[in-house]
């Protein structure tokens, strides 16, 4: 590759294999995606379209695979389709309405209620339909339940899934289940929620994703960290002044107020991705990239996390939450929250880790923002010009700068602050970032062959380590 010219590494589809009993089988059956909670907001805004980019990349070949929404709303194929055709966007796609208009076809939307088996009866029916139009053999077809519901139905829809949509799986065959967070109210809700699901499934058949693990530069954040000399030895409180973890949208609730009103900022934002985030900032390096060695690391961190001040919290609601009809007329759940952590170890003691996040704001954006602290012996007296900080931008337009003072060009000696700019969309030009959601679904049926299994799926952390669970 000549200087200049960058491209995104190309994941090619293999054929995986699975194991039953002590043989490894190919998985030759065609796969169902079911989407659960399709007529929602993450199902439209999220998970369909990252279906179709994958479709898009040819990581869905039709001859294969059959996608199935399931909820209790009553529309039919077409509206379903409708309602997510404008969210299908790709720019990998060579004629993107040709594409769409096939990836539509692969869909077929089911009604039923979370908690009778007749909508899981006719939904077991309709996947099983397509296996055989597809002549799957019995045993060897793949079944991905993806969960885009509030946790509080994932026990009964997971019971349904058990007795009427599971399929013999002795030919390379599987079911899997994929549940997204928050994973419960609290430490007992979450621990409650995990043995109900565990009494039903086994473990490598659970995925509990965080879709910001899958963040382009939340994922570089090990990278970043642990392949770099100079950062190093300057991850520390010898240097570093405070961390900055912000989550800011510019849209509020619209119309998903009857599940944000039941879990708020915290449990909605905090408690799972910028929590996450934090754990990856501020954790030791993982003796290996094994998903249990990185969990290791970071539930260390939550260990050494202080119970949290009141003085430390700010909450808010924003004007005109209550407006949303799909929200409660008195409701004091938080929409804006600003939290302290305060990690007591080695590493760590004395610095504030500033967690921020709130929707319907001014501006949309994620970012981790490393504040230094000052020079000693300030010779430039360039105090007043700023801190040396390093911000890595996981969105929008993916970027990392550093922030660092340089002398003004010129005759005289005075000082400036400047930037050194990895800026994604400039630095890798025509290069497309995959969706957070892409790189998720495709490892819960196609693992990644150079990092293992369930590397972005990790277990939810607790609320109660850290105290949250109380607001
Ligand atoms: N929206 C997003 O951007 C993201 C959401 N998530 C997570 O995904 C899950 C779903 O979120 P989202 O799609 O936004 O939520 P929605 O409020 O849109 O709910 C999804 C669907 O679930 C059904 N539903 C809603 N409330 C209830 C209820 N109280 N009881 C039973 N069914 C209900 C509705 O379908 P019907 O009435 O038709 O059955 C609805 O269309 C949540 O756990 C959320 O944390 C994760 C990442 C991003
Ligand atoms: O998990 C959630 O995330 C989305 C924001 O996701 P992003 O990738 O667009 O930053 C948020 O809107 C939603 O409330 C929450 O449930």
């Known amino acids: 590759m000549g200087s200049g010219e960058w491209c995104l590494q190309k994941r090619d589809s293999f054929k995986s294999e699975t194991l039953v009993g002590?043989?490894?089988?190919?998985?030759?059956?065609?796969?169902?995606?079911?989407?659960?909670?399709?007529?929602?907001?993450?199902?439209?805004?999220?998970?369909?379209?990252?279906?179709?980019?994958?479709?898009?990349?040819?990581?869905l070949p039709p001859i294969e695979v059959h996608i199935f929404g399931y909820a209790r709303t009553k529309i039919s194929d077409d509206e379903l389709r409708n309602r997510i055709r404008g969210y299908l966007v790709s720019e990998r796609s060579a004629s993107p309405s040709k594409d769409v208009s096939k990836f539509l076809q692969l869909i077929k939307y089911v009604s039923g209620s979370y908690d009778a088996a007749e909508g899981f009866q006719m939904l077991d029916k309709e996947i099983s339909k397509h296996e055989t139009s597809k002549n799957s053999l019995e045993g060897s077809s793949r079944r991905l339940f993806y969960l885009a519901l509030p946790p509080s139905v994932y026990p009964s829809v997971c019971r349904m899934i058990r007795r009427y949509c599971m399929k013999k799986s002795n030919l390379g065959g599987w079911t899997r289940i994929v549940v997204e967070?928050?994973?419960g109210r609290d430490l007992g809700s979450a621990e409650e929620l995990s043995s109900q699901i565990g009494e039903l499934f086994d473990e490598p058949q659970i995925y509990r994703i965080d879709h910001y693990l899958g963040k382009e530069l939340v994922q570089n954040l090990l990278v970043l960290r642990f392949a770099n000399r100079f950062f190093l030895p300057l991850w520390n409180r010898d240097n570093i002044d405070n961390v900055q973890i912000v989550f800011r949208e510019d849209f509020g609730t619209e119309g998903r107020g009857g599940y944000f009103?039941?879990?708020?900022?915290?449990?909605?934002?905090?408690?799972?991705?910028?929590?996450?985030?934090?754990?990856?900032?501020?954790?030791?390096?993982?003796?290996?990239?094994?998903?249990?060695?990185?969990?290791?690391?970071?539930?260390?961190?939550?260990?050494?996390?202080l119970p949290i001040k009141d003085e430390e919290v700010v909450l808010g609601q924003y004007e005109g939450y209550r407006d949303d009809p799909t929200v409660p007329d008195h409701s004091n759940t938080p929409t804006f929250a600003t939290v302290i952590l305060r990690i007591h170890n080695e590493r760590w003691e004395g610095v504030p880790f500033i967690l921020k996040a709130g929707k319907a704001l001014n501006s949309r954006k994620a970012e981790i923002r490393v504040q230094f602290k000052d020079v000693p012996?300030?010779?430039?007296?360039?105090?007043?010009?700023?801190?040396?900080?390093?911000?890595?931008?996981?969105?929008?337009?993916?970027?990392?700068?550093?922030?660092?003072?340089?002398?003004?060009?010129g005759l005289e000696m005075s000082t400036v602050q400047s930037e050194l700019d990895l800026s994604y969309r400039q630095r890798y030009q025509g290069v497309t970032i995959p969706e957070?959601?892409?790189?998720l679904i495709?490892?819960?049926?196609?693992?990644?062959?150079?990092?293992?299994?369930?590397?972005?799926?990790?277990?939810?952390?607790?609320?109660?380590?850290?105290?949250?669970?109380?607001?």
Do not use: W
Not at 285 to 296: A, F, G, N, W, Y
Not at 436 to 439: G, K, L, Q, S, T
């Open 442 to 471: 495709l490892d819960t049926y196609d693992p990644c062959p150079f990092l293992s299994l369930k590397y972005y799926c990790l277990q939810c952390l607790p609320l109660q380590l850290v105290g949250l669970d109380k607001r």
């Open 261 to 305: 009103d039941e879990y708020g900022i915290i449990r909605d934002i905090i408690q799972n991705h910028l929590l996450q985030v934090l754990c990856l900032v501020a954790m030791e390096k993982p003796v290996s990239l094994k998903p249990e060695r990185i969990r290791d690391e970071k539930v260390k961190v939550l260990q050494s996390v």
């Open 377 to 409: 012996g300030d010779i430039f007296k360039c105090k007043k010009q700023g801190r040396n900080e390093f911000v890595i931008r996981l969105q929008p337009s993916e970027a990392m700068y550093m922030k660092l003072m340089v002398k003004q060009p």
């Open 436 to 439: 957070a959601y892409e790189r």
């Open 22 to 59: 002590n043989e490894t089988v190919p998985e030759i059956g065609c796969l169902s995606i079911i989407v659960l909670g399709a007529s929602g907001d993450l199902a439209k805004k999220k998970t369909f379209p990252a279906l179709f980019h994958l479709y898009c990349q040819g990581f």
């Open 181 to 183: 967070k928050p994973f």
